[in-house]
Nanobody, 123 residues
Framework: AQLVESGGGSVQAGGSLRLSCVAS????????MVWYRQVPGKEREGVAS????????KYADSVKGRFIISQDNAKNTLYLQMDSLKPEDTAMYYC?????????????????WGQGTQVTVSS
């Protein structure tokens, strides 16, 4: 499956952005969808995940209460609503599909990746 992100951009601290990720084909219900982010020179960080089967979600502590992950299965689309953005949220954001979500590891190992969309938050 191909994943294509959009919605990144530049915003001031306290602002909001909504990222989207469209899958080129149906992602099996045994998978979860995951948003990751990465800053140059640092490890890729898991931000949020959502189970395809039951919409259950998980968030990194750094984004709890500010970000919401959701999906529209009819449109094969994943979303990340980001509110109260902080400069430390600046990163390249990637969506991914993972078959590893039941392993208990965080972040889960991804099987398919998007190309990424840049989010820049200025103070």
């Amino acid at each position: 499956a191909q994943l294509v992100e959009s919605g990144g951009g530049s915003v001031q601290a306290g602002g909001s952005l909504r990222l989207s990720c469209v899958a080129s084909e149906y992602i099996h219900s045994s998978f979860c969808m995951v948003w990751y982010r990465q800053v140059p020179g640092k490890e890729r960080e898991g931000v949020a995940s959502i189970m395809r089967s039951d919409d259950s979600t998980k968030y990194a502590d750094s984004v709890k209460g500010r970000f919401i992950i959701s999906q529209d299965n009819a449109k094969n689309t994943l979303y990340l609503q980001m509110d109260s953005l902080k400069p430390e949220d600046t990163a390249m954001y990637y969506c991914a599909a993972s078959s590893d979500c039941y392993s208990g590891y965080w972040p889960p190992r991804a099987d398919y990746w998007g190309q990424g969309t840049q989010v820049t938050v200025s103070s």
